[in-house]
């Protein structure tokens, strides 16, 4: 590593990475986990390199269902997470502004993930529910109120009496093919390109013109425990040396999706979403005007809350609208009032499992009559996804509270102002910082 605060971000990232059984190399969102990206072309740390590293990604970390707990203490024995934790958190301290509660706020999630770490070794007292929304989400934990899109849904169906059984044949009737999700994908993605270039491009850095907002690549996998995995890859290099800003995106091919949410997916994952957020990250990284964090973008941290803020408000910031009942087509509205419905039930489930101990049949139960989510998406948000020690209680809640805040703001604040500080252009930024860089705008 090329500098003693790069070197602390890039082990204490990859050292909770590993610990838990990411791969940032892999290129599959399969094998990763904590950390989403490296795209520096700095040489990896000690955390990712070391030979016990490799034993314990093998094993899957904490992550396995029985830990291998000799290869972790090997691997522990060799890189300093808790270290690098706190040299992180000082780092912050130091460098004050923005930047310095951004790296104090990863500091703060890393910290918890490594005590959640702890207690499925059974070396460390339970976390406390409370303390890890509170690191991700910059907020306490709260139950999700599906009543208003709900009854909006009903609304827009008109009125039927059994409101799941209209969802499902309106899904049923708008059900997208998956043998035809490449073909289709890349022409949603050439929509929301034209339309994210129409209403959001034209209120940021003219030096982002000419950065790729969608380059990806839509690809079926079968059996994943996730919908979907947007996988920012960022290591191919044009001639210039400069990057490619690429992607993939990996696809249930089990999913049960209608069209209407489809675009939403698309907006979410690719542009103006993940896709687009991340390209811009890499191209300020490149132009040296953010810091190395920018370029190991994380999940379970406010940075990520945040992201997902972004992604959940993209079809409406590529419309250019403020509110779902603004969007052109009735259709549309429905699809995506599901697919917050949905991002609402993920907040539910870890509320139910985790604040108040619900069983997992009650929670999945939940799910589908209230926020009126698939039988798949009841069972993964209720399952793999809601008693996960890490994911349930940190991740799950970071949809809803990003939405919100992102929503809440841009309703406050006009695009030439709001959009800039949203993607980074007034320095990298999470939930709980975002606000204070409009603020400013510096």
């Known amino acids: 590593m090329s500098a003693p605060l790069e070197e602390l971000i890039g082990n204490a990232i990859l050292g909770i990475d590993t610990l838990w059984g990411g791969d940032v190399m892999c290129a599959s969102g399969t094998g990763r986990f904590i950390a989403d990206s490296w795209f520096s072309d700095e040489p990896l740390p000690m955390a990712y390199t070391a030979l016990e590293a490799g034993a314990v990604r093998q094993s899957g970390g904490v992550s396995a269902k029985t830990p291998d707990g000799s290869a972790i203490d090997a691997y522990l024995a060799k890189v300093d997470i808790p270290g690098a934790i706190e040299g992180l958190e000082r780092a912050g301290g130091e460098a004050g502004g923005l930047r310095g509660e951004y790296l104090a706020g990863l500091a703060l999630c890393f910290q918890t993930m490594w005590d959640l770490a702890q207690e499925i070794l059974g070396r460390g007292r339970k976390v406390p529910y409370e303390r890890c929304v509170h690191a991700s989400c910059a907020q306490p934990p709260e139950p999700s109120d599906a009543r208003e899109k709900r009854e909006r849904v009903a609304q827009l169906l008109g009125g039927p009496a059994d409101l799941l059984s209209a969802v499902d044949a309106w899904r049923a009737a708008h059900r997208v093919p998956m043998a035809s999700i490449r073909l289709l994908g890349a022409a949603v993605i050439g929509h929301f390109d034209r339309l994210t270039a129409a209403h959001i491009v034209p209120h940021l850095p003219a030096d982002w013109q000419t950065v790729p907002r969608a380059n990806i690549e839509f690809l079926p996998i079968r059996d994943a425990w996730f919908s979907g995995s947007m996988n920012y890859l960022g290591r191919q290099r044009r001639a210039d040396g400069s990057p490619e800003y690429e992607a993939t995106y990996e696809i249930n091919?089990?999913?049960?999706?209608?069209?209407?949410?489809?675009?939403?997916?698309?907006?979410?994952?690719?542009?103006?979403?993940?896709?687009?957020?991340?390209?811009?990250?890499?191209?300020?990284?490149?132009?040296?005007?953010?810091?190395f964090e920018a370029s190991v973008l994380t999940m379970n941290t406010r940075a990520a809350t945040l992201f997902e803020g972004i992604a959940n408000n993209a079809i409406l910031m590529a419309y250019g609208v403020t509110e779902v009942d603004q969007l052109p087509d009735p259709d549309l509205q429905i699809g995506v009032l599901l697919a917050l419905l949905q991002d609402d039930a993920k907040n539910q489930s870890s509320y139910l499992t985790w604040g108040e101990g619900a069983a997992q049949a009650e929670v999945a139960a939940a799910l589908r009559r209230d926020f009126l989510v698939t039988p798949e998406r009841a069972d993964k948000l209720s399952g793999a996804w809601g008693r996960h020690p890490l994911l349930g209680r940190m991740y799950l809640p970071a949809y809803r509270a990003g939405t919100r805040k992102v929503a809440s703001l841009r309703r406050a604040h006009p695009p030439e102002k709001f959009l800039p500080a949203l993607y980074g252009a007034h320095g990298l930024v999470d939930v709980a910082t975002l606000e204070r860089a409009i603020g400013t705008g510096a």
């Open 253 to 291: 091919a089990s999913l049960d999706i209608s069209l209407p949410e489809f675009l939403q997916l698309v907006s979410h994952e690719v542009v103006p979403g993940h896709v687009t957020t991340f390209a811009y990250m890499q191209d300020l990284y490149w132009r040296r005007e953010v810091g």
